[in-house]
């Protein structure tokens, strides 16, 4: 069974420009999440999706949103690029509720 | 507001020896605890979890211990082997979300 796959695995944007990331989550599991990884924070919660519906948001600006597919794949985009927003995106897949969840190998956004 | 910490950043041991880390929380409302092993370059890797209704759970060379009067919580790794070297992050989950709390994380490093 392929894992959770997250494309691009590096990226290198501007200030001020946008970014899809994209993820296609472990076959079979509906339940789709985000994590920002940065030196000073952490793993620290993006979004979550389950069948197209986002049911749950971390504490981070309107610029990072999200969306999920039908067939479950997910994207993230952030707009207005800053340089804070250079990180680890991480996305992870799960069954369902307190499943556990498993992660792709992130993409590394750095903004210039 | 940090829920979950790892106060020790890292911790070096001997081959063959235990390896004891640390968790502490402040979320009454965690239902589950995780913990994950993390490698550079790499997505977290989930190693064991435990409910909140137990103290204790094992795996192998790997047990969590909780104590939720303590709201604190512990993963022992015997015996320890090199490719045990990597960071390994706690997280709280609460019932009805996907969402995980995740601690800074611990570094652990195995000696040959």
């Known amino acids: ?112 | 507001d940090q829920q979950v910490k790892q106060n020790s950043p890292s911790l070096s041991v001997q081959e063959g020896r235990i390896s004891i880390l640390n968790c502490d929380y402040t979320n009454s409302m965690f239902d589950y605890f995780l913990w994950y092993k993390k490698y550079p370059a790499e997505g977290p890797t989930f190693l064991i979890s435990i409910s909140s209704i137990k103290d204790k759970n094992e795996d192998g060379r790997f047990t969590v211990f909780l104590n939720k009067s303590a709201k604190h919580l512990s993963l022992h790794i015997v015996p320890s082997q090199p490719g045990d070297s990597a960071v390994y992050f706690c997280a709280g989950q609460q019932g009805g979300s996907e969402k995980l709390v995740f601690g800074k994380g611990t570094k652990l490093t195995v000696n040959p």
């Open chain 1, 1 to 112: 069974k392929a894992g959770v796959t997250q494309t691009p695995r590096y990226l290198i944007k501007t200030r001020g420009q946008q970014v899809t990331l994209s993820c296609s989550p472990i076959s079979g599991h509906r339940s789709v999440s985000w994590y920002q990884q940065t030196p000073g924070q952490g793993l620290q919660f993006l979004f979550e999706y389950f069948s197209e519906t986002q049911r749950n948001k971390g504490n981070f600006p309107g610029r990072f949103s999200g969306r999920q597919f039908s067939n479950s794949r997910s994207e993230m985009n952030v707009s207005t690029l800053e340089l804070g927003d250079s990180a680890l995106y991480l996305c992870a897949s799960s069954l369902g509720v307190l499943e556990k969840a498993f992660f792709g190998q992130g993409t590394r956004l750095t903004v210039v």
